[in-house]
């Protein structure tokens, strides 16, 4: 399964949750950010490759929206709320990922 985390810089929230969920093995998990200077930029080509895309909070979920209209992956997006407050690999910042993104899993695995 492809799983696409976004933040707006990929630095803290979705480079957490890219470096958590890739020790799953049943995962093929990337991560990317929707601002100019995000560490890696989201582009369509993810979209494209994403079984399922987790907006970190509804700011990037309106962000992608923005940035890819009527992309057919927009329909595979799952906001997760998390608001960007954390640091990277920040505690908390785990404990919600792990509490908030597996039941997502299952509903989207094939």
């Not at 907006?55 to 709320?81: G, Q, S, W, Y």
């Not at 993104?101 to 695995?109: D, E, S």
């Amino acid at each position: 399964m492809h799983v696409l985390f976004v933040c707006r810089l990929n630095v803290n929230r979705s480079a957490t949750a890219e470096r958590l969920f890739c020790k799953r093995s049943d995962l093929d998990v990337r991560s990317a950010g929707t601002n100019e200077d995000a560490r890696v930029q989201v582009n369509a080509r993810m979209l494209d490759w994403a079984d399922v895309i987790f907006a970190l909070d509804d700011i990037e979920e309106k962000n992608l929206r923005t940035m890819f209209p009527d992309h057919a992956a927009l329909a595979r997006i799952v906001c997760l709320d998390i608001p960007d407050v954390y640091g990277f690999n920040d505690a908390e910042l785990v404990s919600l990922l792990e509490e908030r993104v597996p039941a997502h899993l299952k509903v989207h695995t094939p």
